[in-house]
């Protein structure tokens, strides 16, 4: 058999442990206590409708389930918002352009700005 040895004829284990001896453990399916984070994220993915209608236990693959989901919409949501602001960012890149602003003005202005007060301070010093 494929679960023990092949050198015992019954196929079970010495002792009577093993798939078919006295020692066998039944499984019980695990439950888990959800935290506060996790009934939201049940109740968010839209397994409960409400906090009374979550049970006290819950099956750890309903959990695993709704953290998925959760990371879906999470994902869908900041796609979202990276395409507005996208959009937003041309649209000021627009209007900047209609005033005629450009990073390299900005940054020649500002060039010109600290050297006007480099020479300033350097006339204050020679006094």
Known sequence: PPWGPSCYSSGEFPGGRGPHGQGKVSRVPAQLRPSQFDK????????FKS??????????E???AARNKAR???CYIMIGLTIIACFAVIASAK???KRHESL??????????????AALAAQAKAK
């Open 62 to 64: 309903m959990i695993d």
């Open 51 to 60: 906090m009374e209608e979550i049970p006290p236990l819950v099956p750890p």
């Open 95 to 97: 209007r900047a352009a």
């Open 104 to 117: 390299t003005s900005w940054n020649l202005a500002k060039k010109a700005k600290w050297r006007e007060e």
């Open 72 to 74: 879906v919409k999470a």
């Open 40 to 47: 939201k994220l049940l109740l968010w993915t839209g397994r």
